[in-house]
């Protein structure tokens, strides 16, 4: 029988993502981060419990401690903008904790239509666009991680995401079910937390998406890291940076990555990687795509034989 636990919040791992009990373990857990020297207060000598009290952000945000203890309770629905910027502030919100604490507010508004499945397709023109990138690995993902579209090169560098059927294309199976992800990410634990972090920036979101629901219920049935990064509740802003690999073909890459969103698909991401000129990763990444290239070659000579037999050519459309 699948293992279950809690969350720092007390709630189920794989229960409702949003709601009173998100705002409050969100609110708590900003808190707990803080001390009173961080915004200024003076030292309050021990305390039981790491971080600020609650009184201490009141005054801090301007607001009465009765009305924050309500807050923190989840009764966050109609608090105007106004006080939520200034909540923000007092915890020192970044700018994806501020967006993730709007939404959590937006997503406790009672809903006048029942939450519905939305799949945003990707556009032809995206994908003409991912096949022109030559040297550049690149895909195209939703809130959910879920790999929906990519070059080339982009496949060859997710190949072992990819290539396994059971994780539907899908990132955060393979971080946190797949045993080779230890090996394919030199920072295992960095990987975790940027995709749980994710996970819940799109939970804040999308709280009514039931693919999303049932995706973290799976993972924190089967995975404890999951379940234990989950609550910490933290999320993220995932615009560029530096990612390493150690690709089962090629070995290492450091390739600098740059993701966009689709104003002309809401809700999707373009993802680019790039190697630095003349260093071992872009040597590596070269090499990626000399074996990507004999992969393709591979599959099509596999599937003119098929279509030799049977008459008819093989399809290649992944559908979930």
């Known amino acids: 029988m699948p293992e279950r636990s809690t969350d720092r919040g007390g709630a189920r791992a794989g229960d409702k993502t949003t709601g009173r009990a998100a705002i409050r373990d969100f609110l708590a857990t900003r808190r707990a981060k803080l001390s009173p020297e961080q915004v200024g207060l003076p030292h309050a ?17 301007g607001v009465s401690p009765d009305w924050y203890n309500r807050l923190e309770k989840g009764h966050i629905s109609g608090v105007s903008d106004d006080v939520l910027d200034a909540v923000a502030r007092a915890l020192q919100l970044d700018e994806a904790e501020r967006q993730h604490l709007f939404n959590l507010a937006r997503a406790a508004k009672p809903a006048r239509n029942p939450p519905r499945r939305v799949r945003t397709p990707v556009p032809a023109s995206v994908q003409r666009v991912l096949d022109s990138m030559s040297g550049t690995a690149a895909f195209v993902r939703n809130g959910r991680l879920d790999i929906l579209a990519s070059n080339i090169l982009g496949r060859a560098l997710y190949s072992p995401v990819l290539d396994q059927p059971a994780h539907r294309a899908n990132i955060a199976r393979f971080d946190f079910l797949d045993p080779r992800a230890g090996d ?11 995709a749980v972090a994710l996970l819940r920036t799109e939970a804040g979101r999308n709280p009514h998406d039931p693919d999303l629901t049932a995706l973290i219920g799976e993972l924190a049935t089967q995975s404890e890291a999951f379940r234990t990064r989950w609550g910490a509740h933290d999320v993220r802003l995932h615009r560029g940076g530096i990612k390493t690999f150690n690709h089962p073909a090629v070995g290492h890459l450091e390739l600098a990555y740059d993701s966009m969103e689709l104003v002309a698909a809401p809700g999707l991401v373009l993802t680019a990687y790039t190697a630095k000129p003349a260093t071992a990763s872009a040597d590596n990444l070269a090499l990626l795509a000399t074996w990507a290239a004999t992969e393709a070659q591979a599959q099509a000579g596999s599937a003119s034989d098929r279509r030799d037999i049977t008459g008819h050519p093989e399809s290649h459309t992944v559908t979930d």
Do not use: T
């Open 184 to 194: 394919y990410y030199p920072d295992y634990d960095g990987a975790l937390a940027v």
């Open 45 to 61: 000598g021990h305390r039981r419990v790491p971080g600020l009290r609650r009184e201490e952000v009141a005054v801090i945000a």
